[in-house]
């Protein structure tokens, strides 16, 4: 998993996308229709990631694997695992599907948010009331921030397990890259897994 881009940089960053599309009126969804259209697109995402192996980088251009079934692959050739080796790569596996899951939220959300504080500009512009703009945009964000801090309460389990793993697996060792560094980086604001 990959996540090298400041987390809050991409959510300032998606709701750019947002100009000119409308809130839904709809109340029985708090999606705007930008914000259904990535969530389609991002259950789409969640489905290929639960179905599909699961990469894991490497600084040596060798590919690592995790396939839903628990096999690590390494350039394809599964590694050797007992039923408690394995039992750790799925616990693995899916403590990255949630980081991954998490992060699609809060992409969702950024979507909505946009597209809301565009809406809110419009209107106020429109109706001479700007004032209030600004504070519910900013408690609308701080719900997001909110949200992407819990990406990084994931991140320790997910420390914890990968050492295990290391400790566990030798072929694996290599291949364990996060570090607290990674998990101090996303507490200010960055998300940045090797």
């Avoid at 940089?9 to 809130?23: D, I, M, N």
């Avoid at 060798?62 to 007992?82: F, H, M, Q, R």
């Avoid at 504080?117 to 703009?133: H, M, P, V, Y």
């Avoid at 408690?139 to 420390?159: G, R, T």
């Amino acid at each position: 998993m990959n996540l090298r881009t400041p987390l809050l940089t991409a959510l300032l960053c998606l709701p750019l996308f947002a100009c000119g599309e409308r809130p839904q009126t709809n109340s029985a969804s708090t999606d705007t229709r930008l914000g259904q259209k990535v969530r389609e697109a991002t259950d789409d995402a969640r489905k290929k990631l639960a179905e599909s192996n699961i990469s894991v980088s490497s600084s040596d251009g060798t590919k690592v694997e995790i396939s839903p079934k628990g096999d690590l692959l390494i350039n394809a050739t599964p590694v050797a695992l007992n039923d408690s080796q394995r039992a750790l790569v799925l616990q693995y596996r899916q403590q990255m599907l949630g980081v991954a899951e998490a992060g699609i939220d809060v992409g969702v959300q950024g979507a909505n948010l946009g597209v809301r504080a565009a809406s809110e500009a419009l209107k106020g512009i429109f109706s001479g009331n700007t004032d209030q703009i600004e504070e519910r945009v900013n408690a609308e964000a701080a719900k997001i921030e909110a949200s992407a801090s819990k990406i990084c309460d994931q991140l320790p389990a997910l420390l914890a397990t990968q050492q295990q793993l290391a400790a566990t697996i030798p072929e694996f060792a290599p291949y364990a890259k996060m570090d607290q560094g990674d998990i101090d980086e996303c507490r200010d604001g960055h998300v940045t897994l090797r």
